[in-house]
């Protein structure tokens, strides 16, 4: 059913709620998984047109990513990595198509509808605009 899984992850404990869910799903399905991270702030943002370095945020997410694959391909899991720059709800469309992937899995923080005007909504504007599939789970709160 899935064979190949787009994790979106944030690069903070939101990823400790779906991480383990798609690890065994995945076995389950025998199933590739597709880490991404999309970095946005201003040197992700403008890193072409500006022909900027490399910041060390991305450096950051690129090396959590590493670590994360690493732990899934250790479960036994084909993993592979992507770090995208931009725009994160258009990112996360843009490579879920073209990676043919038959999943995006997502986790929400549980906004509400006032939150999501002034604070935007990636998952709303992924399932406005993709017709894969999605798997979403409310992020578990740490430290109760």
Known sequence: MYKR?????????????????????????????????VA??????????????ESAEMRE????LERIAGEMRTAGLAVETQ????????EIVKIAAARECSLIAMTSHGHRWLADIFCGS????????????MLILKAEKRGR
């Open 40 to 53: 946005d702030g201003y040197a992700a943002r403008y890193f072409d047109q500006l022909q900027l370095a």
């Open 61 to 64: 997410d690129r090396a959590y």
């Open 83 to 90: 770090l995208a720059l931009g725009n994160p709800p258009t």
């Open 122 to 133: 990636t998952i709303s504007h992924v399932r406005h605009h993709t017709t894969i599939p």
């Open 5 to 37: 899984i787009l994790v979106a992850l944030e690069n903070g404990q939101a990823d400790a709620t779906i991480v383990p869910h798609v690890t065994a799903l995945a076995r389950q399905m025998s199933a590739e998984v597709i880490l991404l991270h």
